[in-house]
């Protein structure tokens, strides 16, 4: 199994909603990332867990909230968005969490519109 | 981060060879180069990485200039499913930041 699940593909809520995107992975892999792409844009990195533990968070709004309940499992909270945060959104993993070494394999992403 | 310059666009006649070329000047001697392509509706795919070395793959052929300050993606037969934006990326560390991309099209 070399696949990246994302829940749900497509996802429409209002800016009072709460709402989760979820990514699993069963391939054994201890990183998993985050990235947000707009259209026509390339992919931009939100957060990396490594071994369930948050190592990188790039600056972003608190009104995302991601959580690494066990290795195979990604969730991302919503809370409050703005129009604005409509996009893409991709969950990756890779073995180590040192993509020099190896590659990320990325999911076929989460596509959010916030009226 | 090292940054990454491709051309935003390129264009290839199925069934010939495709050389996709990365300036990336300010790379650490450490820094991995990778590529990976997205096709249209679908999350990025990995293609190949290398460090100082060639490397080649099933996918594609990876050629690192011997300074490192560029290299070049080549697909040895364009077909049309690889029509898809192409990005090259410069390892920094633990995660990779994705650069513009250079889109390809393959005409028939």
């Known amino acids: 199994d070399t696949e990246v699940t994302q829940t749900p593909k497509h996802l429409v809520m209002g800016m009072t909603n709460k709402k989760s995107l979820k990514c699993e992975q069963h391939m054994g892999h201890r990183a998993m990332y985050w990235y947000k792409q707009k259209a026509k844009k390339p992919p931009e990195l939100m957060f990396v867990?490594?071994?369930?533990?948050?190592?990188i968070n790039e600056s972003v709004p608190s009104r995302f909230s991601p959580e690494c309940p066990n290795s195979s499992l990604l969730n991302l909270h919503l809370h409050a968005l703005q129009p604005e945060d409509s996009a893409l959104y991709l969950c990756?993993?890779?073995?180590?969490?040192?993509?020099?070494?190896?590659?990320?394999?990325f999911g076929e992403g989460s596509r959010l519109t916030v009226l | 981060d090292a940054k990454t310059t491709q051309p935003n666009s390129m264009e290839s006649n199925e069934e010939e060879p495709v050389h996709l070329p990365c300036n990336h000047s300010?790379?650490?001697?450490?820094?991995?180069i990778h590529w990976y392509r997205q096709l249209p509706s679908q999350g990025p795919e990995y293609v190949i990485h290398?460090?100082?070395s060639n490397v080649n793959n099933r996918m594609a052929s990876l050629a690192i200039a011997e300074d490192r300050k560029s290299s070049t993606l080549i697909l040895h037969r364009a077909t049309l499913r690889d029509a898809a934006v192409y990005y090259c990326i410069v390892d920094a560390g633990n995660m990779l930041t994705f650069g513009g991309g250079t889109r390809l099209m393959v005409k028939p």
């Open positions: 300010t790379i650490s001697g450490t820094d991995y």
């Open positions: 990756a993993s890779s073995q180590e969490g040192l993509p020099g070494a190896g590659e990320l394999f």
């Open positions: 290398g460090l100082t």
């Open positions: 867990y490594s071994y369930e533990k948050l190592s």
